[in-house]
């Protein structure tokens, strides 16, 4: 694992994850995301919020994402989950001029790939004010709401957008969702944060980079090139 950008800067493309990637995981907009998770599964179960949080959680950890465990256990409309769920404030996401003039100056195609949807990547997007960058974005209904990090879907995202993996370069804070990446020769880069689950498997060999400054690392590997 190494945190120096070196070496990065002639890949071809360069795949983000969105959420507690993107922004920063301290601005706690996933935490509100969290809890609109709770009242959706707490009403449409009928249970008390402590139980629902409970199930949110098992899903996540078993499926990959807590909605696809309630599609396969439940039979849910993925979309009034996903409408709920991303009926959220914005406001605590910053624009990020950093960030803004690292892409810019980050040769390769840029994509995002998400478990959220299309309509919260934009907004988030326009948000940070980056989204003049990404030529697409590979959301999870696109998937078929087959979550990273089922392999399956990495291998469909390399089709879709005729990747060559041995030059494209994933970026992500959950670093289990790293694994299937490096599996098809991918480089990884790991973004730490203090979120228990994100550091699930960051001490395998399949995180090849690390950072807590998405922002000033990209602006490093630019500086390289």
């Known amino acids: 694992m190494s945190t120096s950008p070196r070496n990065l800067a002639s890949h071809a493309a360069w795949v983000f994850d969105l959420d507690n990637t993107l922004y920063c995981a301290s601005s706690n907009l996933f935490g509100q995301i969290d809890v609109r998770m709770k009242t959706f599964i707490a009403r449409f179960l009928d249970l008390e919020p402590d139980e629902a949080f409970k199930v949110q959680k ?52 840029k994509i995002i790939f998400t478990n959220a949807d299309v309509g919260h990547a934009e907004r988030v997007m326009e948000r940070l004010g980056v989204s003049r960058h990404f030529e697409a974005i590979f959301d999870i209904v696109a998937c078929d709401y087959i979550p990273k990090p089922e392999p399956a879907v990495y291998r469909q995202l390399v089709e879709r957008f005729e990747l060559d993996p041995k030059s494209t370069v994933m970026v992500e804070d959950m670093a289990r969702n790293l694994k299937p990446a490096a599996d098809i020769g991918m480089t990884t880069v790991w973004v730490h944060t203090d979120n228990d689950w994100g550091q699930d498997g960051a001490d395998g060999d399949h995180v090849h980079h690390v950072t807590d400054d998405l922002s000033s690392w990209l602006s490093d590997v630019s500086s390289t090139s």
């Open 58 to 109: 098992r899903y996540f950890r078993e499926y990959g994402t807590t909605l696809r465990g309630l599609m396969d256990r439940h039979d849910i409309d993925p979309r009034a989950f996903l409408d709920h769920v991303h009926d959220i404030d914005l406001d605590v996401v910053r624009p990020n001029p950093v960030l803004d003039k690292a892409l810019e100056n980050l040769e390769g195609r």
